[in-house]
């Protein structure tokens, strides 16, 4: 199947790399890219022949978070459609976060906002040096209420709070800190770093590395049905709130937000 915001590439060991490719856009994250993104786990997932999935990103940018017309359409949208938009993404993070297959993030350039939301969905991530992260919704007052499950899973919630609502810029070396991310590279050493946690899997039995994934998400933290529609209600929450229509309006106008004068 081809995609329009993403690609995928095989080879013939059985390792799929799924490409976000928006590379113009700097991979920013819009309702195409969203269901492209879904439709291609369940593709590899339902794929006996892949093994391994790698997670990477063409141009110079992981991904920079929400692409401004996909934001432009959300301040304008009626509630309903807002909250529609809010679970296409959250659907998204959880077919990442369920492949059965290892999941392997290959991260460069920078990583904001949802970008760090599939980040936290790998099984294991290998950063770049100098790729730079931040969680900067409440910035344009907003939270990372859909991403937050996967984000709070992955560093735990002492670590998390360290970066969770404060908008700041991270780099690698703290985001290892925080368990974001499993190791620093240099760029050139990218690729041998991520093939290094793919050859190990290419010894396993498909199998047992599928339900050992599903016992790991069981015996960890619970991201249920009802914790996706709490943080689908919060981000519409924020949305009908003054602060957001303030402060993306502001980033719009390129003028300051009310809580910067």
């Given at each position: 199947?081809?995609?329009?915001?993403?690609?995928?590439?095989?080879?013939?060991?059985?390792?799929?790399?799924?490409?976000?490719?928006?590379?113009?856009?700097?991979?920013?994250?819009?309702?195409?890219?969203?269901?492209?993104?879904?439709?291609?786990?369940?593709?590899?997932?339902?794929?006996?022949?892949?093994?391994?999935?790698?997670?990477?990103?063409?141009?110079?940018?992981?991904?920079?978070?929400?692409?401004?017309?996909?934001?432009?359409?959300?301040?304008?949208?009626?509630?309903?459609?807002?909250?529609?938009?809010?679970?296409v993404l959250a659907e998204m993070l959880q077919a990442l976060n369920t492949l059965d297959k290892p999941l392997i993030g290959r991260v460069h350039g920078n990583c904001f906002g949802g970008g760090v939301g599939m980040v936290s969905v790998c099984d294991v991530a290998i950063a770049a040096e100098p790729v730079q992260m931040a969680l900067t919704e409440t910035r344009?007052?907003?939270?990372?209420?859909?991403?937050?499950?996967?984000?709070?899973?992955?560093?735990?919630?002492?670590?998390?709070?360290?970066?969770?609502?404060?908008?700041?810029?991270?780099?690698?070396?703290?985001?290892?800190?925080?368990?974001?991310?499993?190791?620093?590279?240099?760029?050139?050493?990218?690729?041998?770093?991520?093939?290094?946690?793919?050859?190990?899997?290419?010894?396993?039995?498909?199998?047992?590395?599928?339900?050992?994934?599903?016992?790991?998400?069981?015996?960890?933290?619970?991201?249920?049905?009802?914790?996706?529609?709490?943080?689908?209600?919060?981000?519409?929450?924020?949305?009908?709130?003054?602060?957001?229509?303030?402060?993306?309006?502001?980033?719009?106008?390129?003028?300051?937000?009310?809580?910067?004068?």
């Amino acid at each position: 199947m081809s995609y329009e915001t993403v690609s995928l590439d095989r080879d013939g060991r059985g390792v799929a790399t799924l490409w976000l490719d928006r590379a113009g856009k700097h991979n920013a994250m819009n309702a195409r890219m969203l269901s492209d993104i879904h439709a291609a786990a369940q593709e590899l997932n339902t794929d006996a022949s892949v093994r391994v999935v790698v997670l990477a990103a063409r141009g110079r940018t992981f991904c920079a978070g929400g692409d401004l017309d996909w934001m432009r359409q959300q301040f304008d949208a009626a509630p309903a459609e807002r909250g529609a938009q809010a679970r296409v993404l959250a659907e998204m993070l959880q077919a990442l976060n369920t492949l059965d297959k290892p999941l392997i993030g290959r991260v460069h350039g920078n990583c904001f906002g949802g970008g760090v939301g599939m980040v936290s969905v790998c099984d294991v991530a290998i950063a770049a040096e100098p790729v730079q992260m931040a969680l900067t919704e409440t910035r344009l007052g907003l939270i990372p209420a859909t991403i937050g499950p996967y984000v709070l899973a992955r560093m735990g919630e002492g670590k998390a709070r360290r970066v969770f609502m404060s908008g700041r810029r991270f780099g690698a070396a703290e985001a290892r800190e925080m368990d974001l991310v499993a190791r620093v590279v240099p760029l050139g050493d990218l690729d041998a770093a991520v093939e290094a946690e793919i050859a190990p899997y290419l010894e396993t039995a498909p199998g047992a590395v599928a339900r050992a994934k599903r016992l790991a998400r069981y015996l960890g933290p619970a991201i249920t049905p009802e914790v996706i529609e709490t943080s689908i209600a919060e981000l519409v929450a924020c949305w009908e709130g003054e602060e957001a229509p303030a402060g993306i309006g502001a980033f719009f106008d390129k003028r300051r937000p009310p809580w910067q004068e």
